[in-house]
């Protein structure tokens, strides 16, 4: 499947540095990604000299004169950088001469972006952030990360028929199991958002599982796909499982660093340790979609390095190869027709 | 300082075979501590029978004829095991013959009875559940994880109040840092409740740093010693961090089965790995607290075997011992005229 994606070349913490040998490596890897790298023109045709020879049919760069900060207040960037390269790159979607962008820029600035340039999708509420986490079972996948605060029942009903695309897109799982997050798994626990969430999903086409708990996220006892959640929860959980992962490798670099002893061991323990190690890479999870605009968003970590950021563009390549934001358009209007009945 | 502690010693996966070695441990380490063990007189008698000689006048039995089932509904325990463990326990609170009772019976069942039987107290809105977490930092105490949902702005500042007198008697801090977990540090970030739950805790005497977010739980980037959530977010958090632990070991322990080799390299590493199993057991972090309420409640995890009820009998020592109940009224009183001279 041939696809075309734009991406914000000078974003993140690292610009260039990341996002230049990642594109390289995926224009490398996959024979029908055609990249768009937008930013400075002169710097970036300077850095891809090799590549535009090499790939000189798939590769293009489209100049944009700004980048936007890290820190950069969304309305600012919205108004002061018109010709920044996550905007040009935002256009070029919304212009239709690529099939999504990838940005590792400033989280607020990306979405107050898209949101701007691409319009909610017709029938969608709200947007949401939908990531990977790895999990005992594989992966499960989680929105809202942080779009939205204050979900009605509706809204993540809506999260849930747009992640399910997403999920079906990036696992190819025919049907996704949906859990929705909760504090416990009896039917009389949570807020009322929840209940009535339940009930909708629970009369839903989707292959609903029913209220899971936090720790369903990485090692439930049982297998989810995706796990629906209002955007203020999602976002304390995400972050929470990130210091959790933080804290217990910092004790384990810590207890290994001890004496002469658990150092030498650590030499025996390395390819065990390495193997752990790049097992919950976070890297190998990097990327998080923006879904229910019309134009599909990929954001990456602002940290990400060359590797971190490659796994973000092949995130957006499979979500575009497989026309999500066309098939959320359609399961969102025959969810619309389906509530109009059932009301 | 003389503590006498409740222990339903049948409460739990493990009933006496975790509380009753715990019991003993625990009359071992402290001399000023005194037990009142309730459950099943006989089949107590016969297992403490040494404890009963050798700390004749610190341990006591106190006769209940019932169990509360770990799956059984609060409303149907609270009506019909009048004579529970859990509930003569509760009873001996109230009646001031124990400074605060321990419990690893069903959380719905003893948040029930407790509230049933010790009620509220004065000027509390809602009692909440607050719990210790392993940082980098050293410790974090956040509440409330799971006694409610959509908590109000002034719930939210309640749980600092009360939450603040617990750290400074299990940590000895003079002034707690608080943080209000939120999605992110700015002042526009979150919802409605958090943002106005800001305003009251910048304007109270309480050692208020701000909004965190949940990596600060585990891994902040500043110290945080207590951190105030509404119970949902509070509790999909406190779930998230377990779930994330429990792959993060799991896949550490895979590794290091993988082979032979990597089998020999964790015999050699096992003192460091042990190490560093011990450094996140979180047998040492059982023991939740009910606040709020007139009289000390501490649950201790189900599955708890001696070693963590053990943990769960410490932390009620520690807090009896300081006057938590008391001092929380105290703070609740002013922190009310504070509100009112406010207003």
Redesign the interface.
Known sequence: MNVTLAIDAMGGDFGVQSTVPAAVACLQKNPDLNLIMVGDESVLRGLLADALRDFSARLTIRHASQVVGMDEPPQKALKNKKDSSMRVAINLVRDGEADACVSAGNTGALMATARFVLKMAPGVERPAIISTL???FGHTHMLDL?GN??SSAEHLYQFAVMGEEVVRAVEGVERPKVGL?N??EEDIK???QVKAAARLLENSNLNYIGFV????????HVKVDLIV?D???G??????????????S???K???S?NI??R???L??????K??KD??DPRLYNGATFIGLNGLVIKSHGGADALAFETAVHLAELQAGQGVIRKIGDKIATALLEQQVLA
């Open positions: 790895p999990s005992t942080g605060v204050d997050l504090i416990g949570g807020n009322e708990e936090g720790d369903s996220i990485n090692a439930g959640a955007g203020f929860v976002n304390v959980a995400l972050k929470s499982i990130e210091g959790a992962a933080k804290m217990i910092q004790k384990l810590a207890e290994f001890r002893f658990t030498l061991a650590a025996a323990a390395f390819p065990a340790l193997a752990f097992s919950i």
